[in-house]
């Protein structure tokens, strides 16, 4: 049963990512990418959603903290959030059997992914070595960044791409 959780979750997680960067590139070029008809549709909900729930963190970190968060903020939190849950979700029901200490460590990676990719790499620069466990959460992330910019690339380019006659477009 948690297979077919993770199986269905992974999806969503890769389009709210791509949602949240979409949203990015419409903040600070706007009307440069003539989005394709379903991900525009979705980065409108997508927008009013987030201005919604997270407008209010960025308030109180203005109001309350006399911190003033950058305009991508809430879209960064966002993409961190969607991309913790796709590694978790996928590191705990698909990868290999965890042994020992990687039981802790992979949850630790998956929520501190930006810090891990750079360690690994380093780890593995200066010991000429890659762990099962490092090589693992690397492929995953880079398989992970493919599958978003996949998303982002047919989103931008879906009204220039050619479908043959007679397709529900």
């Known amino acids: ?75 960064a939190l966002v993409v961190y959030a969607a991309s913790t849950a796709a590694f978790g979700t996928v590191r705990s029901n698909f990868a290999t059997a965890l042994t020992g200490s990687q039981i802790f460590k992979s949850p630790i990676t998956s929520a501190g992914w930006p810090l891990a990719v750079a360690s690994f790499a380093l780890h593995a620069f200066f010991n000429r070595g890659v762990s099962r466990f490092a090589s693992e959460h690397t492929a995953l992330f880079v398989t992970h960044c493919v599958a978003v910019g996949s998303v982002i690339a047919m989103a931008a380019c879906g009204s220039h791409i050619p479908l043959p006659a007679g397709s529900w477009a």
């Open 1 to 75: 049963m948690s297979k077919i959780f993770a199986i269905g979750s992974i999806p969503p997680s890769i389009l709210v990512t791509a949602l949240a960067l979409g949203s990015v590139i419409d903040l600070y070029c706007p009307g440069a990418v003539h989005w394709a008809a379903p991900f525009s549709t979705g980065l409108d909900y997508y927008g009013a959603l987030s201005r919604n729930v997270l407008g209010p963190l960025t308030t109180f970190a203005g109001h309350e903290l006399n911190i003033t968060l950058p305009r991508w903020a809430p879209d």
